[in-house]
């Protein structure tokens, strides 16, 4: 209790981490002459560079910047920032902040979690401060101040107190209304053909004149709704998939309550991807399934193949992980939430409500991505009067599930901080489970700009499987790089193949032998899973009713509707 009451006051997140990485921080840097002079030299030459410029902007008006900010960072992009004085503003920001990350990293002694939180925590507070930010300092602002002649501040106020409002009454954000589940997205045609406690899964109809005999089961994230892969007619991937002649199934996770708060690993793993998998056998008769898994889908995919591995189970014929981990040693910007201390605050207050609420999660990832998802919007909304147009994508971005107390306290335990399943330690019913064991063929995405999980860290199963790994980097983040359908303008990737049997590829060997290819990954995907297929077969009909699987409702199915 006493751990719940500290998590609503916090955001969920742990102040004896935070003050303890900034003591660890402090008391090495005070006890640290050498590096406290290299600071103060780097403080001595940041200072002349900037004297230096704002010497040559007065002598040339626009000379070349002191420092060019970091390639993410397009705060100061517009021409209006390199002239004077926002020009030296926006250079002195950009120097602080390069020193300000030499202050929080290299410092010997600190433990590298402490340094990663106290780095990300002064980049938090330098974001808030960002001349962007502020009328005084910020010509883009000034100029719309000037055209709108103030009215931009009246409706972003508005938009502020509209939002303010939406968000304290639990509903999305303005402009979801116009995607609602099942007419304007997730609209693909198929059948709900089996329900359990935890699950409903879809069989969608066929789009062509033949099928390939193995159907694709697809197991999205349970941290999200499944229709991230069916949005919008023209950028669904389940649509693609039947287009190119696959029977294709889909997971639809209940939306848990208090009354689920004792469900846990186990379950999600017995009630999801094998009792489907049970279903689309039962349905379609086929020997050998093709199964993908997204995000969180896909670790509890990659347990559930190594699970049927130790049962000498064969069932599957190929896996495909999308953006998904199965190693979490190095889980990227995410696991600065994660360690002991955060562990047990997080498991108090999922104990007191018997969930993990969509919104304490989607508060963390946006502050992985301040810049982009925080300040960026506060600027372009509440200053500037401007409301970005509401997508598909952000439609479902808002559309967020619970999490029940006792599988996300053993996921972060077992599979977080333990790393449990590389570590090949992972139990499922008395007995280990190992990737080592799954041998059919593996096709792994990863995202450029991933900030859930970095391609690298989706990279690490190169060490956990010796099967052969076709592993794509594809260009975009991580739901935006996913949903990359044909046509998309300034899609690439690149591409790999590991035969079964080589050794480990190190991620910067895999850049350099990749080939790069511009457009979708979605045909390479397509082609991939043909080569593991038969001949192509009249199509099935939806649901089988003398194996007890008739069609229970049309899609998308209730579950998906839960809020």
């Known amino acids: 209790m006493a751990m719940a009451g500290i998590a609503r006051l916090t955001g969920g997140v742990s102040p004896a981490t935070l003050a303890l990485s900034a003591m660890d921080w402090w008391i090495h840097l005070a006890v640290a002459p050498g590096k406290q002079l290299q600071l103060a030299e780097k403080a001595h030459r940041k200072l002349i560079r900037w004297i230096d410029y704002a010497a040559r902007c007065a002598r040339e008006g626009e000379p070349c910047p002191a420092i060019e900010p970091l390639p993410q960072d397009h705060r100061f992009d517009d021409p209006a920032w390199s002239q004077m004085p926002y020009g030296a503003i926006s250079q002195m920001f950009l120097l602080t902040q390069q020193w300000w990350h030499a202050a929080t990293t290299g410092v010997p002694g600190v433990s590298r979690h402490h340094e990663d939180i106290v780095s990300f925590m002064a980049r938090q507070m330098l974001d808030v401060l960002a001349p962007s930010n502020f009328i005084a300092s910020n010509p883009i602002l000034q100029q719309r101040l000037i055209e709108t002649g103030g009215r931009c501040l009246a409706d972003g106020w508005q938009y502020f107190i509209e939002d303010f409002e939406r968000q304290a009454r639990g509903e999305p954000p303005v402009g979801a209304e116009r995607f609602p589940v099942g007419e304007k997205v997730a609209v693909t045609p198929g059948k709900v053909i089996y329900r359990n406690d935890l699950i409903e899964l879809i069989q969608y109809a066929p789009t062509t004149a033949e099928v390939r005999p193995e159907p694709v089961l697809i197991v999205p994230a349970w941290i999200m709704k499944y229709y991230i892969l069916d949005l919008s007619p023209e950028n669904s991937l389940v649509r ?298 009249p199509p099935l009909p939806l649901g089988n009713a003398k194996q007890g699987y008739a069609a229970i409702c049309d899609a998308p199915g209730t579950y998906v509707k839960q809020r």
């Open 240 to 537: 693609w998939l039947t287009g190119q002649g696959f029977t294709v199934f889909m997971i639809s996770w209940r939306n848990p309550d208090a009354e689920d708060r004792n469900t846990d690993m186990a379950d999600y793993l017995r009630m999801g991807p094998l009792a489907a998998l049970d279903a689309v056998c039962d349905i379609t008769g086929a020997d050998a399934v093709h199964a993908a898994g997204y995000c969180l889908g896909g670790t509890l995919l990659s347990i559930a193949a190594a699970e049927l591995a130790h049962r000498d189970d064969r069932r599957l014929c190929t896996v495909t992980l999308f953006a998904a981990q199965t190693d979490l040693s190095e889980p990227g910007e995410l696991g600065l939430f994660i360690d002991e201390a955060q562990v047990n605050l997080l498991g108090g207050a999922t104990w007191s409500q018997g969930y993990l609420d969509s919104s304490q999660m989607g508060g963390a990832f946006q502050i992985l991505r301040s810049n982009d998802l925080v300040w960026s919007r506060v600027l372009k909304t509440y200053l500037m009067g401007e409301r970005e147009e509401m997508t598909d994508l952000m439609a479902w971005n808002s559309d967020g599930t619970r999490l029940p107390h006792a599988m996300h306290s053993e996921y972060l335990q077992r599979l977080y901080l333990d790393d449990e399943l590389a570590k090949g330690r992972f139990e499922v019913d008395g007995h280990i489970v190992t990737l080592a064991a799954v041998r059919q063929p593996l096709f792994v995405v990863g995202t450029e700009r991933d900030h859930v999980a970095p391609w690298r860290s989706v990279h690490r199963i190169h060490l956990l499987s010796d099967a052969e790994i076709t592993f794509v980097l594809t260009s975009g983040g991580h739901n935006a790089g996913i949903v990359s359908e044909p046509g998309h303008n300034g899609r690439h990737y690149r591409q790999y193949c590991r035969p079964a049997g080589e050794p480990p590829i190190p991620p910067d060997d895999w850049e350099v032998r990749a080939a790069i290819h511009e457009g979708s990954w979605w045909p390479a995907w397509g082609d991939w899973l043909a080569n593991f297929s038969g001949a192509p077969v």
